[in-house]
Structure formats: C-alpha cells, structure tokens
C-alpha cells in the first residue's frame, strides 16, 4: 500500500477496529498495520518478546566478564539471575 490514509479516514478506521489489531494500528499506525495485514492477515505470527531478542548479548557479556575474573555471584546479582542460571550460561545451556 503505497498512499497514506487521511487522517479523518484513519480516525474512522481505528474506530471500527477492536481488540489486538486496533492495539496494534495505535502503535504503528493505520498505514502501516494495514501493510502489516495485507501482508500476514490470516496467519498467526510470533512476536518475540524484546527480553528473548537480547538474550545472546547477555550471555555473551556474561561469559566475557566471567572470562575477564569476575565471579558467577557477581554476575548473578548485576543481571538479576541466579548462580545456576549463570553457570547454565557459563555451560552454553542458557537458553
């Protein structure tokens, strides 16, 4: 969809909309969450949670600063995790 929607038009759009993808076209707007629809409409889509998406940078700053000397206690309390899960980390289970 190459032409934006007006806004008295967008207004008269969002009002019809509920649940999920009016929260969505507030987000993004109406332009793009019609794109968004045009292009996955009808189709569950995964959204990953922003935690999942930094994950590996975690892990890799974790096992560099283990790497560096400081200590899996250390690590646990500045990244709000517990000893096991850094040593998890540590193994390349962290997933």
């Not at 987000?27 to 995964?46: K, M, P, Q």
Request: charged share 30%; glycine share 8%.
């Amino acid at each position: 969809m190459s032409e934006t929607v007006p806004d008295k038009r967008a207004d008269l759009i969002l009002s019809k909309l509920k649940g999920d993808f009016r929260t969505l076209a507030t987000i993004v707007g109406i332009d793009n969450a019609l794109r968004i629809s045009a292009e996955f409409g009808g189709i569950t889509i995964h959204i990953p949670k922003l935690h999942s998406l930094c994950r590996q940078e975690r892990d890799a700053l974790i096992r560099e600063a283990y790497d560096k000397g400081i200590s899996a206690r250390k690590l646990a309390t500045t990244h709000g995790l517990t000893q096991r899960r850094i040593y998890a980390i540590l193994k390349g289970n962290g997933e």
